[in-house]
């Protein structure tokens, strides 16, 4: 099914390991996007790329960073992981530019940082 | 800066109506609907844009007052299906990221 896949779903981590968080869009979009949930705090964005070769920082960017591969692949790195960073995942992607793009989601990747 | 949403969470029983509001301290170009069931990926329900135009799912109606930067997302006689968790996401400028609220929780009971 075409959509947005994101691996790995769950991810164990001890505080300061690093991973990164593969994700793959084959709708031909350009924007991609990553955003972490946490209760209470709706969705937060990290990072984003407008378009291939372009990433900036969104709301919450410390302590990550990330890469635009190709058109079709963004990942999120972290670096050493801190308990803090325990969250659920998502990464979505949409069109972009102007006009009614709707972005849509992956299934998100739980990440547990002990 | 995240918009605001109210109420942050609504009860139900099946067949009543809610609004949930979303409101911006910034001009916004455009502003989306997502609803999200426990487990989830969020998913798309409508996308209102600065000038009027409204792309969405027929059953989902919903409103953008461009002047006072507030949309209102409206459920009218609710079933069990439409529980989950609604997020409004705000674009300042066309291509730019979607930055979401907090969430308004509406929970439909039989």
């Known amino acids: 099914n075409a959509g947005v896949t994101q691996t790995p779903k769950f991810q164990v981590l001890k505080t300061g390991q690093s991973m990164t968080l593969q994700c793959a869009q084959d709708?031909?979009?350009?924007?991609m996007y990553w955003y972490r949930q946490d209760p209470g705090m709706g969705l937060r964005l990290i990072y984003y790329?407008?378009?291939?070769?372009?990433?900036d920082k969104g709301e919450v960017p410390n302590g990550y960073n990330v890469s635009r591969l190709n058109k079709r692949e963004f990942s999120l790195r972290l670096e050493s992981a801190a308990p803090s960073q325990t969250s659920v995942y998502f990464c979505?992607?949409?069109?972009?530019?102007?006009?009614?793009?709707?972005?849509?989601f992956g299934a998100g990747s739980r990440l547990t940082v002990l | 800066q995240q918009p605001v949403q109210s109420p942050q969470a609504v009860i139900l029983r099946e067949g009543e109506d809610a609004v949930i509001n979303c409101s911006s301290s910034k001009a916004l170009y455009s502003v989306h609907w997502y609803r999200q069931k426990h487990g989830e990926a969020p998913v798309f329900l409508m996308i209102l844009l600065k000038g009027g135009e409204q792309k969405g799912h027929e059953k989902i109606s919903a409103s953008f007052n461009e002047k006072k930067q507030q949309s209102s997302l409206y459920l009218t006689a609710s079933q069990l299906s439409y529980s989950g968790t609604y997020f409004c996401?705000?674009?300042?400028?066309?291509?730019?990221?979607?930055?979401f609220g907090k969430g308004t929780t509406l929970s439909v009971s039989s």
């Open positions: 979505a992607s949409r069109q972009g530019g102007s006009g009614a793009n709707v972005l849509t």
């Open positions: 790329s407008a378009s291939e070769g372009t990433t």
């Open positions: 996401g705000t674009e300042v400028q066309a291509g730019t990221a979607l930055i």
């Open positions: 709708m031909n979009h350009n924007s």
